[in-house]
């Protein structure tokens, strides 16, 4: 790599986004297998280990604590690190209590990571450059997914699966990257020194609001989406690697397209786009009966991912600088909050009629829209939103 680009804070943001692709999207293709076939899990194990990957997100406020030892850029690395380690020794022992602490292990790693890029990127990245750089920052992500899919893909055409090498493989790769990230990138100076303390401002309601819906809507995709796909179309799993791979492929050629527009249209102008989309999206699902559409569902329903954006730029636009790094911890639990409690509660629902949860996601979508319409068409400090006394409706 050429020595001005190691010098380049971006450099950093992208190298970071490589490693954590690598490991979790490797962790997570290989996880049901490994705990079915050598772990002998069943419903009740793999979801007490869901449940308790969850809970690292939802305390990824207490980020904001450890910064008060450690810098940020410091913390992200050890973070790609951690999560590198819990990959790395995942399919060590075939136990239940030995893939728990690898999952918890893993999963702290991630969402501190997680955390920490989003509040690097949004202090880093200037209001004009950030839209397009996050969007080609997704497309690498899921240029690496394709990548990683696409060689297991065809691995496990031609060999049995060597769960040990295939995560050793992949969280050593990114505690590599890690390392170069410590050695070869400088540690850049903070611009503005950041709060250490946790806190909810009055001004950033909206954002807050925004956050825990988006949170809710990804729920219900990741959760049900595909669950429809299996359950009521007998989708069989080669299948789905190969449409987890289409939609890598789509979010690699748009996702900067995506950023450009969010650049050139404005944040509300955008999230309107999306969440129209989802509400037509989510009553869709709930009255599908041909595969094909179902699949056309799902395909429309992953692009629109890219969108969510708009919700950070909007954030780094309204936000006192010295708030990005707490405010960021804080809203990552927030957008936790939704992960701990749906999946359970639309759970129960799906059982007594599927096509309610989806329609619960159209509900969620429109409450989406109409928060979306109090973004104002130039968000600022002290004119957060369209409500604000200083910017006219």
């Known amino acids: 790599m050429p020595s001005k680009l190691l010098q380049e804070r971006k450099t950093l943001l992208y190298l970071l986004a490589i490693g954590n ?22 419903g009740e194990e793999i979801g007490i280990l869901q449940s308790l990957r969850e809970v690292p997100g939802f305390l990824a406020f207490t980020a904001i604590l450890v910064m008060l030892f450690i810098r940020q850029q410091t913390f992200a690395i050890l973070a790609l690190l951690t999560l590198g380690l819990g990959t790395a020794i995942t399919a060590f022992y075939p136990a239940a209590l030995w893939l728990y602490f690898s999952t918890v292990l893993m999963s702290i790693g991630f969402h501190y990571l997680e955390t920490l890029h989003n509040s690097l990127s949004l202090q880093w990245l200037s209001i004009n450059e950030a839209p397009r750089v996050m969007g080609k920052i997704l497309s690498v992500r899921a240029l690496c997914n394709f990548a990683i899919l696409g060689t297991l ?18 969280g050593g790769t990114a505690m590599v990257i890690g390392v170069f990230c410590w050695v070869a990138i400088p540690h850049f ?44 179309f007998n989708f069989p799993i080669e299948d789905v690697v190969m449409l987890t791979l289409v939609n890598a492929a789509l979010t690699f050629f748009l996702a900067p397209k995506i950023g ?28 599908v009966d041909t595969i094909e559409f179902a699949i056309a569902l799902y395909l429309l329903d992953h692009m629109f991912f890219a969108m969510a954006i708009a919700i950070k730029t909007y954030f780094q636009k309204i936000a006192d600088p010295a708030d990005i790094a707490a405010t960021s911890s804080i809203s990552f639990t927030i957008n936790h909050i939704a992960a701990v409690l749906l999946p359970a509660a639309l759970g129960l629902v799906w059982v007594i009629n599927h096509s309610a949860v989806f329609l619960v996601g159209a509900g969620i ?29």
Request: with cysteine; proline share 3%; charged share 15%.
């Open 260 to 287: 450009r527009l969010i650049s050139y249209i404005g944040e509300r102008r955008a999230l309107t786009l999306e969440y129209i989309g989802l509400i037509v999206i989510f009553v869709s699902y709930a009255f």
């Open 365 to 393: 979508a429109c409450g989406s829209l109409l928060l979306s319409q109090l973004i104002p068409d130039h968000p600022r400090p002290t004119a957060e939103t369209r409500l604000a006394a200083q910017q006219p409706i």
């Open 21 to 42: 692709t690598i490991a979790f999207v490797t962790w997570q293709v290989m996880l049901n297998n490994f705990a079915i076939e050598h772990a002998a899990f069943t």
């Open 189 to 232: 100076e903070d611009g503005v020194v950041q709060e250490k303390t946790l806190f909810l401002r009055k001004k950033y309601w909206l954002y807050y609001l925004l956050t825990f819906f988006a949170g809710a809507r990804r729920q219900i995709f990741v959760v049900f989406a595909g669950f429809l796909l299996v359950e009521k």
């Open 153 to 170: 893909y065809i691995y496990l055409m031609f060999f049995a699966a060597n769960y040990n090498i295939i995560y050793l493989l992949a």
